[in-house]
């Protein structure tokens, strides 16, 4: 299918509660990790991206590709960003963070080509394709002949 587009005190290696007074463990991967997810979509914030995404049967409009699609959809579904056309994007935009493995409503990227995944398990994603907004496998013979895909996660803004 063609596309158009703390301190810690090195001995005990405890870090100093708030208070001052007790010594308390540092953080866990897992707590740490929590804590930086907490500014990235919650479950219901991909849910409702993804729909936003689903029923976005937008005819396609001179000037309008790929990324002017997703940068709507994350619009209208409250998670602005300054738009980025899809190599800015694969390079690494303002408002998103690299990650390994993805998860709804994460960005899909290759240069020239940009979409939300949908669907991990199932290598889904929504995006302008030839036909018009729809959703294809990422790990299609088409897509891989396009290269490697870098994934991306919005972060939401300091309130």
């Not at 007790?22 to 991967?29: G, N």
């Not at 694969?90 to 995944?117: C, M, N, Q, T």
């Amino acid at each position: 299918m063609v596309a158009i587009c703390g301190l810690v005190f090195s001995g005990a290696g405890l870090t100093r509660a708030e208070d001052g007074n007790r010594p308390s463990a540092p953080p866990t991967h897992n707590q740490h990790a929590r804590r930086i997810d907490k500014r990235a979509l919650s479950k219901t914030d991909r849910s409702s991206l993804i729909s936003v995404a689903l029923h976005s049967q937008t005819p396609r409009r001179a000037g309008r590709d790929c990324s002017h699609l997703v940068h709507a959809i994350y619009e209208r579904a409250g998670f602005p960003y300054q738009y980025a056309d899809s190599d800015d994007l694969y390079d690494g935009a303002k408002g998103f963070r690299r990650v390994s493995r993805p998860e709804p409503a994460d960005l899909v990227v290759w240069h020239g080509h940009v979409g939300i995944v949908i669907r991990p398990a199932g290598h889904r994603f929504f995006s302008l394709l030839s036909t018009g907004p729809g959703i294809d496998d990422y790990r299609s013979r088409y897509w891989r002949s396009r290269g490697e895909p870098r994934f991306y996660r919005y972060i939401k803004a300091n309130s």
